[in-house]
């Protein structure tokens, strides 16, 4: 019930209509980790292994967290996110113990995604953290990892990392993340999609073109687009206040915006690895 408090999330309604772009992802995601999870059966009787563990790696900012809160929507599964690094800032003695509680509230209350978010904080082989405490804490995860090896029992299990080269191979072993998806980031198509997503709802001018920004957009993340809008959305507020008229969103706040929003996957291009 603690891990329960914790991490799940209630009234999970994100589905993959929520993410913009990512079609190759989102397919994916539907034929290698949806179905096998939804008909369990069908994939025992074509002798086909479900279970084990989905390891998103990419850019930050550009989605991966987003698709497993999706996933568990498309799943209609609990969705239980796990900071990974909560977990090992803990004492000797109580990470195991939390850990141990996760997975047991878990395998209680299914169908539950289960999403570890930053997992080189554990499974890094550069991060400093190779003292016993931690060995035994990584043992205790691959330990009950596979215990679900062989039969998901409703608990599907999903990791996120920005720096895949930094994960062990340890945890990349079948029966574990063995299966490995690249979250990129956005295209063109895709961030005119997401401008829309984060446009939606908001009063806006007509002059407002999504594509021409989507063009200006290169190397943004998602979560960049969403800074760029909500950029834009508070210089419209400014001017609300200043005049006391009405101020929709329109394409001169989102321009301004472009020179104060810079893009963050670039960096993380050229210097992974
Ligand atoms: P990190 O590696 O930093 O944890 P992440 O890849 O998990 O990043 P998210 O947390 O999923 O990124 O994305 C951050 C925010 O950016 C989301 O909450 C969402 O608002 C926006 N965003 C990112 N990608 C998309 C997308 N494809 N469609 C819609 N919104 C997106």
Redo the contacts with the bound molecule.
């Keep these: 019930a603690a891990a329960r408090a914790l991490f799940a999330e209630a009234d999970n309604q994100v589905r993959f209509a ?5 079609e190759d992802v989102k397919k994916q995601i539907a034929r290698r980790i949806i179905t096998p999870f939804r008909k369990p059966s069908l994939f025992a009787k074509y002798r086909r292994k479900a279970g084990g563990g989905v390891l ?1 790696f ?12 999706a996933t568990a929507g498309e799943c209609e599964a609990r969705f239980v996110n796990v900071p990974v690094i909560d977990v090992v800032d803990k004492y000797i003695g109580e990470a195991e113990r939390k850990l141990a509680a996760i997975f047991a509230d878990a395998r209680r209350d299914t169908p539950t995604v289960l999403f570890f ?2 997992l080189e904080a554990l499974a890094g082989t550069r991060s400093g953290n190779a003292n016993q405490s931690h060995v035994s804490l990584v043992s205790t995860f691959l330990a009950e990892m596979d215990g679900f090896a062989h039969n998901n029992e409703g608990v599907l299990i999903l990791a ?3 720096m895949p080269w930094g994960v062990d191979s340890a945890f990349r072993r079948p029966g574990r993340f063995d299966r490995v998806q690249f ?1 990129p980031p ?1 295209d063109r198509v ?1 961030r005119a ?2 401008l829309k ?2 446009l939606e709802g908001r009063p806006l001018a007509g002059d407002v073109d999504v594509d021409a920004i989507a063009a200006k957009t290169t190397g943004f ?6 800074n760029l809008v909500n950029t834009a959305v508070d210089l419209a507020i400014e001017e609300a206040l200043a005049s006391g008229a009405e101020s929709p969103v329109g394409q001169r706040h989102l321009a301004e915006a472009l020179g104060e929003v810079k893009p963050t996957t670039l960096e993380w291009l050229t210097t992974a690895r």
């Design positions: 929520d993410v913009g772009g990512l998103l990419g850019p930050p900012g550009c989605g991966k967290t987003l698709l497993a809160r978010d930053e996120a990392t920005n979250v956005p895709a999609e997401i997503l984060q993340s998602g979560a960049d687009i969403e």
